[in-house]
Antibody, heavy 115, light 105 residues
Framework: EVQLVESGGGLVQPGGSLRLSCAAS????????MHWVRQATGKGPEWVSG???????YYIASVKGRFTISRENGRNSLYLQMNSLRAGDTAVYYC?????????WGQGTLVTVSS | SYELTQPLSVSVALGQTARITCGGNNIGSKSVHWYQQKPGQAPVLVIY???NRPSGIPERFSGSNSGNSATLTISGAQAGDEADYYCQVWDSSWVFGGGTTLTVL
């Protein structure tokens, strides 16, 4: 059974940093592109970042230079390093596996940026 | 940037057919995915690549895509189909529609 479990969310002050993790199991992690998608309360999902099987990375414009996505295939783990956080980054952050579409999602981890 | 337009809400009588549209410039040339999201839960893929159902998704869910509009069709809507539905495409980045709330009356 495919499982994705996020962790690392929490309350952080504006300008602060957080590192999100996503532990994957039940599939060959190295064979799939992986993504982070966020969703603010009452809003639709917003794609944030993705990483290919070759380590190629992609970001939405609003997080470029502040967020860094990475993966550790030996640990079946996906990460999102978030720096210079802003109030607008407040959301539930999901990791998602890409196959055709995003076919598996984690339960999400809440990031709150507030003073 | 590419925009996807969905109606805010769609209502359907129990057992009838619901159609949720997703508009975008020449969306027919793109591959559209659809997600269902219930309150407090992560999105679930219900249609991929315009018209394909993942394993475990009921046959009453179907999709089509042509021209400037893609459509998610739910035939014989059930109470359990009440949810928010989002379309998604790739256009230099992954783009989601604003979402449609389906109400089953």
């Amino acid at each position: 059974e495919v499982q994705l479990v996020e962790s690392g969310g929490g309350l952080v002050q504006p300008g602060g940093s957080l590192r999100l993790s996503c532990a994957a199991s039940g599939f060959t992690f190295s064979s799939n592109d992986m993504h982070w998608v966020r969703q603010a309360t009452g809003k639709g999902p917003e794609w944030v970042s993705g990483i290919g099987t070759a380590g190629d990375t992609y970001y939405i414009a609003s997080v470029k230079g502040r967020f860094t996505i990475s993966r550790e295939n030996g640990r079946n783990s996906l990460y999102l390093q978030m720096n210079s956080l802003r109030a607008g980054d407040t959301a539930v952050y999901y990791c998602a596996r890409a196959s055709v579409g995003f076919d598996y999602w984690g339960q999400g981890t809440l990031v709150t940026v507030s003073s | 940037s590419y925009e996807l337009t969905q109606p805010l809400s769609v209502s359907v009588a129990l057992g009838q057919t619901a159609r949720i549209t997703c508009g975008g410039n020449n969306i027919g040339s793109k591959s559209v995915h659809w997600y269902q999201q219930k309150p407090g839960q992560a999105p679930v893929l219900v249609i991929y690549s315009d018209s394909n159902r993942p394993s475990g998704i009921p046959e009453r869910f179907s999709g089509s895509n042509s021209g400037n509009s893609a459509t998610l069709t739910i035939s014989g809507a059930q109470a359990g189909d009440e949810a928010d539905y989002y379309c998604q495409v790739w256009d230099s980045s992954w783009v989601f529609g604003g979402g449609t709330t389906l109400t089953v009356l």
